[in-house]
């Protein structure tokens, strides 16, 4: 039955690690995926996981289902964490929100919920994005369109150009904004292009959807990453907010997520909240258990909390730390033609190096560094054992 099924190909990001997984050398680094590991090179679990995790053995749960909606106790911390505990909508208990399959679970209701209710069958993606934005996009079955983002010149973002297209899409349209760390260019608006951003949004009445996987990794600070999603609410728009916590709290095989939406009153909060209830029970039914018990351990417990923020903010300084330690070796001692301080300019998990296809497949061949073709690297699979190996490799693919 099968025999016309065509073989696909292998995943963007993910068929990056299966390559890296099949490589015998020794000296092989992974730096496809977005996933944070030690200076050892070592997948990190964090202590205010650790201590989660053995408060709630203790505790004993049982394994019963969780609402179709998820665990409470998560979810209203998830959406404090987001929005601040002194958000009007959230005050007014207007925010519709349920617990999801990490964000991509998250992107995929909320992408769902668009398809079925929000007039234009499209949204927006920046020119570059995630790998997996279009593909959750079209399977959702709305049309992928494209805004400008990336400046080739300089490595970061092209705001005049990115205005622009805001300016030129239909009004109503829909805006898939990443709300910190961009994914994969490290690039983020500063707060006044935000804002200035949101007046343009506000003439135009379109929407804005956020994805925000990595708050607390672009500045270590949990309240600064969520400005622009807050700037918006605060400013009245109704929009969408896809949270993950896998980066964050390191939780990435749990798949704790969430996704919300600002309505405009309680009334219409009960008509959405029931209409993701529809999507979700066909989908998977209801969400795991574990993970989000493991994050509402955390989220609401002072003191787990209090240790959690600082173990982010370390996980981001060991990552600046190694910007730096790259652009010194890249530039300085191994005189890489080009320049590349954008390396030390851009923020969160990853950079995007400006490295062309035929140099990433230049250093698999040759020195078993894997990253994903578009030149992205995840900064957190650089330590002190493999930093010097890597930028000597990049130097060598970059001279030709
Ligand atoms: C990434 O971009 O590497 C992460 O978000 C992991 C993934 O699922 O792609």
Known sequence: VWAKVPLGPRDAILGVTEAFKADKNPKKINLGVGAYRDDKGKPYVLPSVQKAEQQLAKAGHDKEYLPITGLPEFVNAAVKLAYGENSKPLQEGRIAATQTISGTGALRLGLAFLARFFPHKSIYLPDKTWANHAAIVKDCGLEVKHYKYYDPETVGVAFEGFKADVRAAPNGSAFLLHAAAFNPLGTDLTKEQWAELCEIFKEKQHFAFFDMAYQGFASGIFEDDAFPVRHFVEQGFPIALCQSFAKNMGLYGERVGAFSLVCADKDEKARVDSQLKILIRPMYSNPPVHGARLAAQILNSPELYKDWKVEVKGMADRIIAMREALYDLLQNKYKTPGDWSHVKKQIGMFSYTGLKPEQVDALATHA?????????????????????????????????
């Open 368 to 400: 078993s560094i894997y990253l994903t073709r578009d030149g992205r690297i995840s900064m957190a699979g650089l330590n002190s054992s493999n930093i010097e190996y890597f930028a000597e490799n990049v130097s060598k693919a970059v001279k030709g």
